[in-house]
């Protein structure tokens, strides 16, 4: 069984497209960032809102909250029994760290990598087409530039660890989860 992924790669790469087939094949539990937020701003949390403080001044929420959510939500009894696929976290190589650590302090691991690679001008058409407000060209080209700095050294970290498996998210959507699937059925 298929247990504790990582979901890598710029917005727009298909990394919410793949989990949602991923979870319909394999039991395991999607965990994406933006979820975990929004469920710890909702239910008002200590720390949805020590991170609610820093998110209305227009800052980045400190890893020390992120890390903090992000554990809160491994120690859950779901994951425990179906184990999980990170979406959206680690987003830095001291995210990664902490993650490595939690995890080898409750005896488990990361299994595998998956990064999503796709060429800058295809995640452009991609996100332009989403019809977002944001997303103009010059913002886009902001975020993927911003997340590109951060992707790379995960790509690295991972890459050494050895768990990572790099799949072109740049063709068909059957053709990526073909790949995935590929990966997934090995480990």
């Not at 425990?80 to 995890?103: H, I, S, V």
């Not at 068909?172 to 699937?181: C, N």
Request: aromatic share 6%.
């Amino acid at each position: 069984m298929v247990k504790n992924l990582i979901l890598l790669g710029l917005p727009g790469a298909g990394k919410g497209t793949q989990a949602d087939f991923i979870v319909k094949d394999y039991a395991m539990v999607h965990i994406s960032t933006g979820d975990i937020f929004r469920a710890n701003l909702t239910n008002n949390t200590e720390l949805g809102e020590r991170a609610r403080e820093y998110m209305d001044a227009g800052n980045l929420v400190p890893d020390e909250i992120t890390n903090a959510m992000v554990a809160d939500r491994l120690s859950q009894a779901d994951v425990e029994t179906d184990g999980f696929m990170l979406d959206g976290y680690p987003r830095n190589e001291a995210q990664a760290e902490f993650l490595d650590d939690y995890l080898s302090e409750t005896g488990k691991s990361i299994l595998a990598t998956l990064y999503f690679k796709v060429s800058d001008s295809l995640l452009r058409e991609r996100l332009l087409g989403r019809g977002r407000a944001d997303d103009t060209p010059e913002v886009i080209d902001n975020r993927l530039e911003v997340n590109k700095a951060a992707n790379l050294p995960l790509v690295n970290y991972y890459k050494k660890a050895g768990i990572l498996h790099t799949i072109d998210g740049g063709r068909e959507l059957t053709e990526v989860y073909h790949d995935v699937r590929n990966i997934l059925d090995t480990l």
